[in-house]
């Protein structure tokens, strides 16, 4: 009998970057994350918009959904993948 290959999928662990010097503050991606994973931060960039944070949590992380990407109006949001 053929033997069968078992590929193992490692699970993925998701990072995402706010360029600060880009953000305009509109709160788009506050908004849309599903795990309320970005916030306004107290820091203003050198437009003098409050700059969004990104804060990951263990319990409910970052699923890469990608919708805080595609929502932001000004290309301001990275998302990188990594291999746990
Ligand atoms: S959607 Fe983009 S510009 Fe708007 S707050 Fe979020 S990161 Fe900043
Ligand atoms: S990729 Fe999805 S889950 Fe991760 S921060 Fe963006 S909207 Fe939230």
Not at 20 to 43: A, F, I, M, T, Y
Not at 53 to 76: D, V
Request: proline share 6%.
């Amino acid at each position: 009998m053929p033997q069968r290959r078992i590929h193992l999928v490692r699970p993925l662990r998701f990072q995402v970057k706010v360029l600060e010097d880009r953000c305009k503050g509109c709160q788009l991606c506050v908004n849309v994350c599903p795990r309320h994973l970005l916030k306004p931060s107290n820091r203003t960039n050198e437009k003098g918009y409050l700059v969004i944070e990104w804060k990951n949590t263990k319990t409910m992380g970052c699923i890469g959904c990608g919708l805080c990407y595609e929502i932001c109006p000004e290309q301001a949001l990275r998302i990188y993948a990594e291999v746990e």
